[in-house]
């Protein structure tokens, strides 16, 4: 059965320390990882696709890098408004269609 | 920034009552989602529609649920007869592509409370 996992489930962090989010799968043929940012009550923000093993991709304070079997989300001295829930996403199948969401890391950055 | 809408923000409706749940993608997009995520859940799929039909739908997506585009802009959800569990935020999403470059834009949410 395809599974995406996440970890920790819950992060704080001081303002500009640096840490890393984890995302690990086992879908069989990969088509892609897809990492969103989630405010609470809000819908998922997209951030970054990665389709490779290898793959770097980075947005501001944001770096995602990618492995066979799992992907990192990289944040470099984060500010207080980086802190929402971080999701990991993977499509079920060759179509892309059905997302399966990882239950996402819930980031807190303390001024 | 084009972006994907929904109404209501809030629905709230007693058990058995047909709730319609209203979304417009993004207006060059061709494919069409509608995600829950029930309270400290994670995101589930519920359906994908394209061309006017429906391409792929979860076991959660019932004879209770349908889909449709009732004409070229808005893509609704309706819940034939709600049940307390289908408490939930409703997401919808649409994409340009399919398959391998497939990146989904969600909407706000509507946060359906059945009582």
């Known amino acids: 059965e395809d599974q995406v996992t996440q970890s920790p489930e819950a992060l704080r962090l001081q303002e500009g320390e640096s840490s890393s989010l984890n995302c690990s799968y086992t879908?069989?043929?990969?088509?892609?990882l897809f990492w969103y940012r989630q405010d609470p009550g809000k819908g998922p923000e997209f951030l970054f696709t990665?389709?490779?093993a290898g793959e770097e991709k980075e947005k501001e304070r944001l770096k995602a890098t990618l492995t066979k079997k799992e992907s990192f989300l990289h944040i470099t001295a984060p500010k207080p408004e980086d802190s929402a829930t971080y999701l990991c996403a993977v499509p079920r199948d060759n179509y892309g269609q059905n997302f399966v969401f990882g239950p996402g890391t819930r980031l807190s950055v303390l001024p | 920034e084009p972006e994907v809408t929904q109404t209501p923000s809030h629905q709230v409706t007693q058990m058995g009552q047909e709730v319609i749940l209203r979304c417009v993608p993004i207006s060059n997009h061709l494919y069409f989602y509608w995600y829950r995520q029930i309270l400290g859940q994670k995101v589930e799929f519920l359906v994908s529609?394209?061309?006017?039909?429906?391409?792929?739908k979860s076991e959660i997506f019932d004879d209770q649920f349908s889909v449709e585009r009732p004409d070229g802009s808005n893509f609704t959800l309706k819940i034939r007869s709600t049940k307390l569990e289908d408490s939930a935020m409703y997401f919808c999403?649409?994409?340009?592509?399919?398959?391998?470059?497939?990146?989904?834009?969600f909407g706000p949410g509507t946060r359906l409370t059945v009582l």
């Open positions: 879908v069989s043929g990969l088509r892609g």
């Open positions: 999403a649409s994409s340009a592509n399919r398959g391998r470059f497939n990146e989904q834009f």
């Open positions: 990665l389709y490779s």
């Open positions: 529609f394209y061309n006017n039909e429906i391409s792929e």
